[in-house]
């Protein structure tokens, strides 16, 4: 990026920011005021995603609206998350809500604690609580189009009706345990990180742990202390590099929090940093070509025969699965009393694992780092649109969503964190305020128009994602590697295959013709180019 390019891109984040907190949001907050009717919102998921966009409601003077969550407390992935070392691998200024800086960080990646207690804050400091429905469960949803209104069932029998919907379930919460032969003989304590059973004592156990992805990479430093030997299954290596972590002094603390500007600096420092990574993740990256090098340099003096080649150095580009962070993973990984097992796994026996080279190893404890089911998005809940098609008949071939926000045959629903909307160079919580201010512009069509319905356009959606796909390939995701970026057909459905500030930019209003309200379509933009924003940020 030029700095003419810097230089204009900053001009338009401060000009639209503003005219978007003062144009057409502005309106739906006065027309609210005044007495328009307000749509009846359901907000599924009160994680990061969920809360912002409660938070986001709010501001535009919606208050008919309700979260509901399974779980008996806020939070999502950063409740449900409580392994040995949980902690987030974005910087915190940056992994926070813009409109909710926290001055008082304890390091520069807070922990699984700390970023769950700066949720419930926002919740108590935004005044959320009144509209939260904790411990209800949804497990399907069906458009009335008579009624023109959604029907949510929950688990324990109860309908609820809402006039939009959106779902903030996250892409990581359906903990994903591969089908073992043996699993369930298995007579000692075995669990998902995800769901870490802390009643467990580790202290002079062998444990096993499956996977060795990002939370292994936490937690396993940590086990390792506890245990008398672990063994690490691991399929294929990652790319790690050193995380970058520091504590904050109270003196930072105090500055932060005193400051005008407060956190604002360390944020955009760290964003602009880290938008410069998406280059390492094009195909053909000079910068990726250079990360491999570097690593396979360092790996190189640890080769040995305890450690072999498979176990350290990755065969795939680099960024192809995502880059992990740690500070003790390898010195971890050369331990004597931690084994590094790259024979796949056959077998699970009452006390013990068998690979498929014949070796049967002893294991008291089975803990599975083995991820989520990523693809699945709002599964398992069933969700049936117009005419009865459902978004199982709609995602057959690959989940798609026009800027992963919305669902042709799927009125007044919106997602939150929905397909090719995660990130591997930045902070997703960008992304979702991004989601949430494009879901109220589209609100504020329905209000300010007298609409009820809001509904992409299915050309424009596919007109989209096929644009999308084409640059989703000249990544390295579209490399040969397994993860979890791609469904089983191989199709690369989570992650946004350009800058973050392309999305940005594509939120900031909702492109004439891209919606239909009422059925009926808006005067549309050029057809032929479904990436071009209208030239106004609001309409």
């Known amino acids: 990026m030029t700095a003419a390019t810097a230089a204009e891109t900053a001009r338009r984040v401060a000009g639209f920011a503003g005219q978007a907190r003062h144009g057409r949001q502005r309106e739906l907050r006065e027309a609210l005021a005044a007495g328009a009717p307000s749509p009846r919102v359901l907000v599924i998921g009160a994680g990061f995603g969920g809360i912002g966009m409660a938070v986001r409601l709010r501001r535009a003077g919606l208050e008919t609206f309700t979260i509901v969550d399974k779980a008996d407390g806020v939070g999502g992935v950063w409740r449900n998350n409580t392994y040995p ?164 002094t109270p003196a930072r603390q105090q500055r932060y929090a005193r400051s005008p500007l407060g956190t604002r600096p360390p944020r955009w420092r760290t964003y602009w940093s880290f938008e410069a990574r998406f280059l390492t993740f094009r195909q053909g990256s000079w910068m990726g070509a250079l990360l491999e090098k570097a690593v396979a340099r360092g790996l190189e003096p640890m080769v040995g025969p305890e450690l072999p080649r498979p176990a350290l150095v990755p065969d795939y580009p680099v960024g192809c699965k995502r880059i992990l962070q740690s500070n003790d993973w390898y010195s971890t990984l050369q331990r004597s009393d931690v084994d590094v097992v790259t024979n796949p796994i056959v077998g699970i026996e009452p006390d013990g694992v068998r690979t498929a080279d014949g070796a049967r190893r002893p294991c008291e404890v089975l803990v599975f780092a083995t991820g989520f089911a990523a693809t699945e998005f709002l599964a398992p809940l069933q969700i049936t649109g117009r005419q009865g098609v459902t978004l199982d008949d709609h995602w057959a071939s690959g989940a798609e969503a026009y800027l992963g926000v919305a669902t042709a045959s799927l009125p007044n629903l919106f997602l939150l964190y929905g397909p090719n909307t995660n990130l591997g160079h930045n902070s997703i919580v960008f992304m979702l305020e991004a989601q949430a201010h494009y879901i109220i512009e589209v609100l504020a069509d329905l209000v300010l128009g007298g609409r009820r319905t809001a509904e992409v356009d299915p050309q424009v959606e596919a007109r989209f994602n096929d644009r999308l796909q084409r640059d989703a390939q000249r990544t390295v995701w579209a490399a040969d590697c397994e993860s979890w970026y791609k469904d089983a057909n191989g199709r690369i459905t989570n992650n946004w295959p350009r800058p973050t500030l392309d999305y940005w930019w594509r939120t900031r209003s909702v492109r004439p013709g891209d919606f239909r309200y009422d059925g009926v379509a808006d005067p549309p933009a050029d057809p032929a180019e479904p990436w071009r924003r209208s030239a106004s940020p609001s309409r």
């Open 85 to 248: 070392g949980a902690a987030c691998d974005v910087p915190s200024h940056l992994y926070s809500f813009s409109f909710a800086p926290n001055p008082s960080w304890s390091t520069r990646f807070a922990p699984q604690a700390e970023i769950l207690a700066y949720l419930e804050r926002c919740v108590d400091d935004f005044g959320l609580r009144p509209h939260l429905r904790l411990g209800v469960e949804v497990s399907a949803a069906e458009w009335d189009d008579d009624a023109s209104v959604w029907r949510v069932q929950t688990a324990d029998g109860e309908e609820l009706e809402a006039d939009v919907v959106i779902t903030g379930l996250g892409q990581l919460n359906r903990p994903s345990i591969p089908d073992l032969d043996g699993l369930d003989e298995f007579t000692g304590p075995t669990f998902h990180s995800a769901r870490w059973r802390h009643d467990v004592d580790l202290v002079g156990r062998r444990v096993a742990v499956v996977g060795s992805g990002a939370s292994a990479l936490q937690f396993l430093p940590l086990v390792a202390d506890q245990a008398s030997h672990v063994d690490l299954y691991q399929r294929s290596p990652n790319y790690v590099i050193p995380k970058r972590d520091h504590a904050y």
